[in-house]
């Protein structure tokens, strides 16, 4: 078992910065990619950005850029440094760990909303 939780969200005004945290907990070693997803309210669940165990990254096409993910020194925690955020980057956001048993995890999700 897993367990993620992710903190930072807030609310701020466009052009404004804001830095997301997932702290993984449980059987971490197991842990290959940890990754960023969002949902606003309407739309489907959609990939922010992801990083696997040997720092390779992944990014939305639309959030290059703007949008930097990192992992900690200790692998457990995986960051989402957001920049010149923009109204449409309000949503829900999700921490998703993938695992070498294929199971795959999710955390309760922090809001960011952005306001203009």
């Known amino acids: 078992q897993v367990q993620l939780v992710e903190s930072g969200g807030g609310s701020v005004q466009a052009g404004g910065s804001l830095r997301l945290s997932c702290v993984a907990s449980g059987i971490i070693f197991s842990i290959n990619t940890m990754g960023w997803y969002r949902q606003a309210p309407g739309k489907q669940r959609e990939l922010v950005a992801a990083?696997?165990?040997?720092?390779?990254?992944n990014y939305a096409d639309s959030l290059k850029g703007r949008f930097t993910i990192s992992r900690g020194n200790a692998r457990n925690t995986v960051y989402l440094q957001m920049n010149n955020l923009k109204p449409e980057d309000t949503a829900v956001y999700l921490c998703k760990a993938d695992t070498a048993g294929s199971w795959v995890y999710w955390g309760q999700g922090t809001q960011v909303t952005v306001s203009s």
């Open positions: 990083i696997t165990s040997d720092g390779r990254t």
